[in-house]
């Protein structure tokens, strides 16, 4: 005899009851069935500051996106968040001119900010805007209570540049006192895939130990894996509290006006 409990398996999965509302509001505060991706898809503007003084202080963990111009910041955001025009992304490179910031969370409650900001290296800048924006930036990674992780995008075609070093130079002590780190290779359809082997691998040397990953906007390469990885670095229980900030900011900001905007 047959020792199967006598339970009746229907042949196709029943048809789902309509849940109440109270399970419905239930399953949605339930951490375990919100997914990274629906969750970056919460994604809304929050706001934009020229400068750092002008950025609203947040208890919320936030993720700045950093790299050179025209890395693929602002498409990785509206690529992460499932919306297009989010964050102005743009084949003009300096498109990004403002620190722009986005909330995520469920039901209208900021869980994580993520921070997009300007590029550097764009050629066509004027000196002075370079060096505040330098500034601006370095005051913001080395300063910013509630930064918790930073992305940094790089086109694999260029590798990382001087001017990523100098990046990773003042963020180093943060990152050693646990802020989370990123390094996205963008664009990873222009590539073959030896090239992406390879790109991976040099780039990992680069990051002394730190998490790399290749992505691609127009292939949706990567994406899941991203979403996961920030999802992991809020959420963690571990992980709740932002990394400390530097006391001090290397210098003073510039006084200057920042110059005609056109985002
Ligand atoms: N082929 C390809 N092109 C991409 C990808 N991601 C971004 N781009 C293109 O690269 C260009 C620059 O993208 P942005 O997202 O504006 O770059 P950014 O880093 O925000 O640039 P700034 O705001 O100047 O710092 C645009 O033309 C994008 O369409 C990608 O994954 N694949
Ligand atoms: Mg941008």
């Known amino acids: 005899m047959s020792s199967r409990p006598h339970v009746r398996v229907p042949a196709s999965p029943p048809k789902a009851a309509k849940a109440s509302p109270a399970v419905v509001s239930a399953a949605r505060n339930n951490p375990a069935v919100v997914t990274p991706m629906g969750w970056m898809h919460t994604a809304r503007f929050l706001t934009t500051a ?8 947040m208890d919320a963990p936030e993720i700045a996106f950093v790299g050179r111009s025209n890395a693929g910041k602002s498409t990785c955001i509206n690529t992460l968040t499932q919306k297009k025009q989010l964050a102005f992304a743009s084949k003009k490179p300096g498109r990004t001119q403002h620190i722009n910031l986005f909330a995520l969370g469920k039901q209208g409650i900021t869980d994580t900010v993520l921070a997009d900001l ?10 002075m805007d370079k ?5 601006v930036m370095a005051n913001y990674l080395v300063s910013r209570e509630n930064l918790k992780g930073i992305v940094m995008m790089c086109d694999p075609r260029h590798g990382l540049t001087e001017l990523d070093d ?7 002590p943060r990152v050693e006192e646990g802020l989370k ?6 664009k990873a359809d222009k590539l073959t895939r030896a090239e992406q082997a390879k790109a991976l691998s040099i780039a990992r040397l680069q990051a002394g130990g730190g998490e790399v990953k290749l ?7 990567g994406v899941d894996e991203v979403a996961q990885l920030l999802w992991d670095w809020t959420h963690s229980a571990e992980d709740a509290a932002p990394a400390p900030a530097h006391s001090e900011p290397p210098e003073a900001e510039p006084e200057a006006e920042p110059e005609a905007l056109d985002e």
Request: charged share 15%; aromatic share 12%; glycine share 4%.
């Open 166 to 172: 100098i990046l990773l130079e003042v963020i180093r």
């Open 131 to 135: 060096l505040r924006w330098q500034q």
């Open 118 to 127: 300007p590029g550097y290296g764009y050629a066509a800048v004027a000196k």
């Open 215 to 221: 992505f691609s906007a127009l292939k949706k390469q």
């Open 50 to 57: 020229a400068q750092l003084h002008h950025l609203p202080a």
């Open 181 to 186: 780190f990123l390094i996205i290779l963008t």
